[in-house]
C-alpha cells in the first residue's frame, strides 16, 4: 500500500504546485481591460454607474433622470425612503395622482396635473403643498400674491413664494400698467428711451448681424435703468453689451453704443469720474472721445511717471499692472493683478508666460484653439479695464491704459485701421465672446463666436530719455469672428504679444546720412579708379566701356559702404540696447527693421558683382614665364643626320622648370590669408556652442545661456547681423594677423616662396593685368644656370647664403625683385604681334589658316621669340622700348594710380610688397571676407539658422575655388604655351 499511495500523493502535489503556478500568472500578467462606457451611451431606463464606469438598469417603476446618473421614479409614482442605496418607487393613490414637488409625496391638485406628475399654479400664484409644520395637505393649494400695497409682492421666478416687487413698479400696484413698459422686471415710465433698439449684434467680418437673445432679453431694460435710475449695475451691462458690439456706432443707430452715447451726452451737465470728462459718473469710461489727433496727444504727449532701469541699484523691469473685471451682467468681480492666467488664452508655463511682463522683453506666444473648448470654459465674457500701477505702498496710484480696437467701427468705417489722427481709443476690453452670438434662446449653441484674435501691449520709448521713460502703453485688440458649424472639428488662433518701440527716424537719417556722405566718397574713388584704368589700358577715350567700367568700380565701393554703415549699426545696437542701464534706446520693431535688410542685401548684390569683376580679371590675366638658361657650351651638343650632312646643334634647354613654376603658380591661385574652413567652425563654434547667438534675442539680456525652462524671445534681425559679423570679422582679422605676424614668418610664406623658386628656377614672370599695366617677377638666376645637378645646385645655394654671388635684384647691388610695370604702348603692340599665333591657336577650326603649315610649330616659334624678346626688353637690349626703375611715391600707393604715363619709356615700380598677389585670392583677402560675411549673414537673415548658413557658405566657397582653379589652369596654358596635362 505504501507504494501504491505516494505517486498518487506526487500527483495531488503536483496538481496543487500546477493551481499555484496559473494562479500566480493570472496576478502578474493579466492585463486589465475593460469596455468604454459613456453617459449618453446608456438606455432610457439605464443610468451612468460612476463606480463602475458603466451603464446599469433602474430599478421598477424608474427611469433615467435629467443627470443621467441615477435613476428617478416614473410619473405618477413617488419615492421612498429606504436604508438601501437604490431608490423604491411606489404608485400614488387615485385619489392623490399627483406627486409633490420634491418627490417624496402624493397629493391632489386643484387642477389637472401636469405632464410631468406636478400640480402646478396660474402666473401670479404660488403653490402651496405643506403646511407650516411640513405635512402634506390633502389637496395643493394657489395662494395669490398680492400686487397691491402695503404688500407689494408678486411670484418670484420658481412659483413657490411671493416676493416684493420691484422698486421701478408705479403706483399702487405690482402691475406695470399702461402708460408704463415693463422690460426686463422693471416697469419704465413712457418716453424714457425709444421702444425700437436694436438688438443686433454685427460681425463686420463675416458682414452680418445676429439678432442676440441677450440684447433682446437686456438692452432695453439696462439701458432704461442706467437712464431714469442711474442704476449702476445696469450701467457696467450697458457698457459691456457696447463693448461686445466693437464699441461701434453711428449718428442715428439706436443699437447698444448708440444708446450708451445718448446716456452719455445726457450727462454732460454732471460732474465726471476724477475730473476725466470721458469718465461720466455712474457709467463706465468706454471711449476717450472723438475729436481728431486725440490719440496722438494721450499716447505721445506725458510721459509715464516712472523710470525703468535693466541693471544696476536702480533696477526696475517689472511691469505691473492690475484690471478691474466685470461679468457681462455688470457686477465687479474682483480687482485681478495682469499676469500668467489671464489676457492670455494660450496655455503655457507660468515662468514663460510672466516674461511678458519684464520691461524690454519682447513677448510673442500664438496657439490654436478648439471651438468646444472655449465654449466650456467660456460661457460668458468677462471683461477688463486695465491700469498701470505707478507705485507707492500707501497712495497707490493707476494709469489708466487706453485700448485700440481695429474691429471698431464709426459710421460704417473702420476708423481704428486709418492714420493715427483719427484713431478712436476706447478701454474696455474682453476676449471671447460666446453670448451675443446667440438667437432666440441663451441655451442654444451661438451662431458666431466672437474671440481674440490678437491681443498687443505696446510700449513708446520717449526721444532722447536717459531715465527709461516711457508713453503711455496701448493695448492693440483685434477680434475674430468664427462661425458655429461644427463645434468638434472648429479651431481658432490667437496670440499674446508685448513690444516695444521708439522713433527711429533720428537713428534712420544718422544711417541715411552716413550712407549719402560715404557714398559721395565712393563715386570719387570709383572716377578716381577709372582714370588709372584708362591710364594702365592706354586709352584716353570715354565710351560705353568707360562708363560699364566705372559702374562696376563703383558697384564695389558702394558695396564696401553699405557693409560698413550696417556693421556699424548693428554693433550700435547691440552694445547700446545690451550695456545700457536706464533705458535709453529700443530695438527696431521687425517692420522697422525692413531698411536695414534692405541695405544689406544691396551690400551682398554689389559686392557679389566685384567679386566676379575681379574672378574675372584674374581669369583672363596675361601671362608669359620668360626662360634664362641657355645653353652651357658648344661641346654639349647632338649630332643630327639631314639630308647627308652632319649638323651640330646646341642641346636644349629643359622645359621643366618652366612647368615646375607654371604648377606652382597653379597650386597658389587660391590660397587665402585665413583658413576658410576654421574661420567657418570657430563662428559656429561661439555663435550655436557658446551661446553668442543669444545676444540677439529682443531682451535686454546678456547672458550666453538660459535656462531651458525660461521663455526664449524672437531674434532681432540687427543684433543677429552684429553678433554674427562682429564674430566673423574678428576672427578673420585675428587669424590675418597669426598668419603674417607668425606662420609666414616662422612657417610657411607661399608667395615668397615662388618668388625664390623662380630664382632658383632661373624664371622670370611677367602678369599683365591691364592691356598697358602689370607686374613683374625677375626670377634670373645669380649663378647664370639652373638646369643643373644636385651638388652644383647644393654649392650654388651654399656661395649665395654666404653672400660670394651677386644679389638677385633687376638692378645691380639690390634684393627687389618683384615690380609693377607701366609698359609703352609700342611694347605692347611688339608684344601682341608676337603672341599672334598663340591667339591664333584659340580660334575655331574654320578661321585657321590652312596654308600656315603645322600650327604647333607656329606657336612654338612664336613662344620663343617672345621668350629672346622680353628678355632683350629686361637686358636693355632694345633702346626704342627700354624702361627705368623708380619709386612709387607715397600717394600713388594710397590710391592705387601712376601720376607719370610711360610715353617714351616704360616704368618699373619696386614692390616690395609682392603685389601680384592682386592676381591671386591672396591678395584679394578683404574682398573674400567680406563677401564671405555678407553670404553668411544674408543666409542667416533669410533661414534663421547659423549652421545651414554656415553649410552654404563652405559649399559656396569650394565651388568658387574650384571655378577658379579650372579656369586660371586653362588660361595658365592658353597665356604660356604648357600644355594642361602638365598642370596637376
Not at 465726471?272 to 475729436?291: M, Q
Not at 555678407?934 to 571655378?963: E, K
Amino acid at each position: 500500500m505504501a507504494t501504491g499511495t505516494l505517486p498518487s500523493s506526487l500527483a495531488s502535489l503536483c496538481f496543487v504546485l500546477t493551481c499555484i503556478h496559473l494562479h500566480n500568472f493570472n496576478v502578474n500578467g493579466q492585463q486589465y481591460i475593460i469596455p468604454f462606457k459613456e453617459p449618453q451611451n446608456c438606455g432610457t431606463e439605464e443610468f451612468y454607474d460612476i463606480s463602475s464606469l458603466s451603464c446599469a438598469n433602474c430599478g421598477p417603476n424608474q427611469r433615467r433622470s435629467s443627470t443621467g446618473l441615477s435613476c428617478a421614479c416614473k410619473v405618477g409614482y413617488f419615492e421612498l425612503n429606504t436604508e438601501k442605496s437604490s431608490v423604491v418607487c411606489q404608485k400614488c393613490p387615485a385619489d392623490k395622482p399627483a406627486v409633490t414637488k420634491d418627490g417624496f409625496g402624493c397629493i391632489r391638485c386643484p387642477g389637472s396635473p401636469s405632464d410631468e406628475g406636478f400640480c402646478t399654479c396660474p402666473v401670479g400664484s404660488v403653490l402651496v403643498e405643506r403646511d407650516l409644520n411640513g405635512n402634506i395637505l390633502e389637496e395643493a393649494q394657489c395662494e395669490v400674491c398680492n400686487g397691491n400695497k402695503p404688500a407689494s409682492s408678486v411670484s418670484d421666478v420658481i412659483g413657490d413664494r411671493c416676493e416684493r416687487c420691484q422698486a421701478s413698479f408705479i403706483n399702487t400696484s405690482c402691475a406695470c400698467g399702461s402708460p408704463g413698459i415693463l422690460s426686463g422686471g422693471l416697469c419704465f415710465p413712457p418716453g424714457s428711451l425709444p421702444t425700437n433698439v436694436n438688438p443686433s449684434v454685427n460681425f463686420a467680418q463675416l458682414k452680418i448681424n445676429v439678432h442676440s437673445a441677450w440684447f433682446v432679453r437686456n438692452l432695453y431694460s439696462s439701458a432704461a435703468a442706467c437712464l431714469v435710475f442711474s442704476n449702476l449695475t445696469a450701467c457696467q451691462a450697458l457698457g459691456n453689451m457696447c463693448v461686445l458690439n466693437m464699441h461701434s456706432f453711428s449718428g442715428l443707430s439706436t443699437d447698444a453704443c448708440g444708446l450708451f452715447n445718448t446716456i452719455f451726452r445726457s450727462r454732460a451737465a454732471l460732474s465726471s469720474t476724477y475730473d476725466i470728462s470721458y469718465w461720466r459718473v455712474n457709467l463706465p469710461w468706454l471711449y476717450y472721445g472723438d475729436e481728431p489727433g486725440l490719440a496722438i496727444r494721450v499716447l505721445q504727449t506725458n510721459p509715464v511717471p516712472i523710470g525703468f532701469s535693466f541693471r544696476g541699484k536702480n533696477e526696475f523691469t517689472a511691469i505691473n499692472l492690475v484690471a478691474a473685471v466685470y461679468d457681462v451682467r455688470g457686477q465687479f468681480l474682483r480687482w485681478a493683478k495682469i499676469g500668467p492666467g489671464n489676457l492670455q488664452l494660450c496655455p503655457d508655463t507660468t515662468i514663460r508666460q510672466a516674461a511678458a511682463f519684464r520691461f524690454g522683453t519682447s513677448y510673442q506666444e500664438s496657439c490654436t484653439l478648439s471651438i468646444k473648448d472655449l465654449l466650456i470654459s467660456h460661457p460668458e465674457p468677462l471683461f477688463y479695464d486695465v491700469f498701470m500701477e505707478l507705485g507707492g505702498d500707501e497712495n497707490k496710484k493707476l494709469l489708466p491704459l487706453p485700448a485700440l480696437v481695429n474691429n471698431q467701427q464709426y459710421n460704417g468705417r473702420f476708423i481704428n485701421q486709418e492714420s493715427m489722427k483719427n484713431w478712436y481709443l476706447s478701454r474696455r476690453v474682453f476676449l471671447v465672446d460666446t453670448l451675443s452670438g446667440r438667437e432666440k434662446i441663451l441655451s442654444s449653441n451661438p451662431k458666431v463666436i466672437r474671440v481674440v484674435q490678437s491681443l498687443k501691449i505696446k510700449f513708446q520709448l520717449v526721444p532722447r530719455t536717459q531715465e527709461g521713460q516711457v508713453f503711455p502703453p496701448l493695448i492693440a485688440v483685434t477680434y475674430s469672428d468664427v462661425p458655429v458649424t461644427d463645434i468638434n472639428t472648429q479651431q481658432v488662433t490667437t496670440s499674446f504679444s508685448v513690444e516695444y518701440e521708439m522713433d527711429q527716424s533720428e537713428s534712420n537719417l544718422k544711417m541715411n546720412t552716413a550712407l549719402g556722405v560715404m557714398g559721395g566718397v565712393a563715386v570719387l574713388y570709383a572716377l578716381l579708379k577709372t582714370v588709372s584704368w584708362k591710364r594702365r589700358i592706354g586709352s584716353s577715350l570715354i565710351d560705353a566701356g568707360t562708363i560699364f567700367k566705372f559702374l562696376l568700380f563703383y558697384a564695389g565701393d558702394l558695396a564696401n559702404v553699405f557693409f560698413a554703415v550696417t556693421v556699424g549699426t548693428g554693433l550700435y545696437w547691440l552694445i547700446f540696447y545690451k550695456a545700457q542701464q536706464y533705458v535709453s534706446v529700443i530695438l527696431p520693431l521687425p517692420a522697422q527693421e525692413e531698411q536695414f535688410v534692405t541695405y544689406i542685401g544691396c551690400a551682398f548684390a554689389l559686392k557679389g558683382i566685384q567679386f566676379i569683376h575681379k574672378l574675372t580679371l584674374q581669369l583672363s590675366v596675361d601671362m608669359f614665364l620668360i626662360d634664362w638658361e641657355r645653353p652651357r657650351n658648344k661641346t654639349s651638343t647632338r649630332t643630327i643626320q639631314a639630308g647627308g650632312d652632319i649638323k651640330h646643334d646646341p642641346a636644349p634647354v629643359s622645359i621643366w622648370r618652366t612647368y615646375f613654376v607654371a604648377n606652382e603658380w597653379n597650386e597658389i591661385q587660391t590660397i587665402r590669408k585665413i583658413c576658410p574652413t576654421f574661420q567657418i567652425m570657430a563662428v559656429l563654434f561661439f555663435l550655436e556652442v557658446l551661446g553668442f547667438s543669444n545676444l540677439a534675442l529682443r531682451d535686454p539680456s546678456p547672458l550666453l545661456e538660459r535656462p531651458p525652462q525660461a521663455y526664449i524671445p524672437s531674434y532681432s534681425l540687427i543684433l543677429r547681423y552684429g553678433v554674427a559679423t562682429a564674430l566673423w570679422l574678428c576672427i578673420g582679422l585675428l587669424q590675418v594677423i597669426f598668419f603674417t605676424l607668425f606662420y609666414e614668418c616662422f612657417v610657411e610664406d607661399k608667395i615668397r616662396q615662388f618668388v625664390d623658386l623662380c630664382s632658383i628656377s632661373n624664371i622670370s614672370v611677367l602678369l599683365l593685368s591691364h592691356r598697358c599695366f602689370g607686374y613683374y617677377i625677375h626670377g634670373r638666376s645669380v649663378h647664370g644656370h639652373a638646369d643643373t645637378n644636385m651638388e652644383e645646385m647644393n654649392n650654388n645655394l651654399k656661395r649665395e647664403g654666404e653672400s660670394l654671388c651677386g644679389q638677385r635684384g633687376l638692378l645691380p647691388n639690390t634684393d627687389t625683385q618683384t615690380f609693377q610695370i607701366s609698359l609703352t604702348i609700342p611694347l605692347r603692340n611688339q608684344y601682341e604681334r608676337i603672341r599672334e599665333p598663340l591667339n591664333r591657336r584659340n580660334r575655331p577650326a574654320r578661321l585657321l589658316d590652312t596654308s600656315s603649315g603645322n600650327h604647333f610649330e607656329q606657336c612654338t616659334r612664336a613662344y620663343n621669340t617672345m621668350n629672346h624678346f622680353l628678355g632683350a626688353v629686361i637686358d636693355h637690349a632694345h633702346p626704342a622700348l627700354d624702361y627705368i626703375v623708380r619709386d612709387k611715391l607715397m600717394l600713388e600707393r594710397v590710391i592705387g594710380m601712376e601720376f607719370l604715363e610711360p610715353n617714351d619709356k616704360s616704368l618699373f615700380y619696386n614692390d616690395e610688397a609682392h603685389s601680384f598677389s592682386d592676381m591671386l585670392f591672396y591678395g584679394n583677402e578683404a574682398t573674400l571676407l567680406i563677401f564671405d560675411t555678407l553670404f553668411f549673414c544674408v543666409v542667416d537673415l533669410g533661414a534663421q539658422s547659423f549652421v545651414l548658413a554656415a553649410i552654404l557658405t563652405y559649399l559656396q566657397q569650394m565651388i568658387f575655388r574650384f571655378i577658379r582653379t579650372a579656369l586660371g589652369r586653362k588660361n595658365l596654358a592658353n597665356k604660356t604655351l604648357i600644355d594642361e596635362r602638365f598642370l596637376i
